[in-house]
């Protein structure tokens, strides 16, 4: 039930913070410390690549569990859109195995992956929120996001639920695997919970910032690098789901060699800067399109901040500034599509499970 709140995404959009402490919970043995099944543990160990597949939202969330299993477990990782692995395979190594990534656990796309994995052999995991869905059962091992029920179309808290569970997943493996990672990721987890709940707790001021940059806009561009560039891509496809505005997420070295071209006279430009060792790039970024016309807003951290910035998160460990960033472009898209009169919960031409190919 909605209860009191005018839409289900606003409703989930609050209960990032509450999910965040949930699966740290979930995720805790007796001792407090973070685990998972000993077979799963030995599957991801046993795989010399893993493959990670998903469509959507959820592949932009898979986009930055690369990173994390590669930075902190050592495994080497790929990242599929489902719908292109069916029918464009990649070279395979000896020992791959797949994770299947998906809220609903039904998506087509993927399931025809899984279908044509197993025919091989290989090894599957669905990292899904719904128990006993098609690619949970049909998959050999499956981790729970525990994010409840989500029913806007437009997925908010199982894209932060999967961060989490992927940055479980990679600090366990690491640690079987005798790899230091150099930070307690349930305090770290604990930290992002709280940056989380300031973040919800700031929709007048995303409310405000919709109104200034996209009341008028017909396109929007995202900029970011590194895990900011991640981010970027989900809050392009937030936006342009729920309002209809024309949005795209650029790595900010790219602009230089295309879509600079199309910054026009205050084009709205987001620019997420929350990566200590790009800071002074993705700035550099901002000056560029600034010089074009257009109208940038800086989204940044604690200790990167600048004169100017238009919103500041805490601080939080380098590694998940994506959960923490994704918050304020989905209130920003979630109101942008509000001053629109847009259906937010339901938009035109999406279904909230896509189970055609
Ligand atoms: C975007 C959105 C879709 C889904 C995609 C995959 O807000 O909801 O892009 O992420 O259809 O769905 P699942 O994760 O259920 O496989």
């Given amino acids: 039930e909605k209860g009191t709140y005018p839409h289900y995404m606003l409703k989930e959009i609050d209960e990032q913070p509450a999910v965040m402490r949930k699966i740290i919970q979930a995720y805790q043995d007796d001792n ?31 986009l930055i569990g690369k990173e994390y299993i590669e930075k902190m477990a050592g495994i080497p990782v790929e990242v599929h859109i489902a719908s292109e692995f069916g029918y464009n395979t990649p070279l395979l190594t000896e020992k ?19 279908v044509k994995i197993k025919k091989l052999g ?44 992927l940055s479980i997943l990679a600090a366990v493996t690491a640690e079987a695997r005798g790899r230091e990672l150099g930070f307690d990721l349930v305090q770290e987890l604990g930290i992002v919970a709280n940056a989380m709940q300031a973040q919800v707790d700031a929709k007048e001021e995303m409310e405000q910032i919709a109104r200034d940059f996209l ?6 561009f995202f900029i970011g690098r590194i895990f900011d560039y991640f981010v970027g891509l989900e809050g ?7 309002s209809y505005i024309q949005a795209e997420g650029f790595a900010g070295g790219e602009l230089k060699h295309g879509t600079i071209a199309l910054i026009e006279e205050g084009t709205p430009v987001i620019a997420i800067a929350t990566q200590e060792v790009v800071n002074l790039n993705i700035r550099g970024n901002v000056k560029e399109v600034a010089a074009r016309g257009a109208n940038p807003c800086i989204i940044t951290m604690e200790g990167l901040q600048e004169d100017g910035d238009n919103h500041v ?38 279904a909230k499970s896509v189970t055609v190919e």
């Fill in 32 to 62: 407090e410390k973070l685990t998972i099944k000993p077979e799963i543990l030995d599957a991801l160990q046993e795989a010399d690549r893993l493959h990670i597949i998903a469509a959507g939202t959820s592949y932009h969330a898979g």
């Fill in 96 to 114: 791959p195995m797949f994770i299947f990534i998906s809220q609903s656990g039904e998506t087509a796309d993927s399931r025809q992956v899984l």
């Fill in 122 to 165: 290989h090894a599957s995991l669905t990292i899904t929120n719904v128990a006993g869905s098609t690619l949970s059962r049909e998959a050999d091992h499956t981790l729970l996001l525990h994010a409840g029920p989500e029913i806007a179309v437009a997925s908010t808290k199982a894209y932060t639920a999967q961060l989490a569970v």
């Fill in 215 to 220: 009341s008028t806009a017909r396109n929007c």
């Fill in 236 to 242: 392009a496809l937030k936006l342009k789901e729920i």
């Fill in 313 to 350: 998160l805490p601080k939080v460990h380098e590694m998940l500034t994506p959960l923490v960033a994704v918050i304020p472009l989905q209130l920003i898209s979630y109101y942008a599509a509000l001053h629109r009169d847009c259906d937010v919960d339901k938009p035109r031409n999406l």
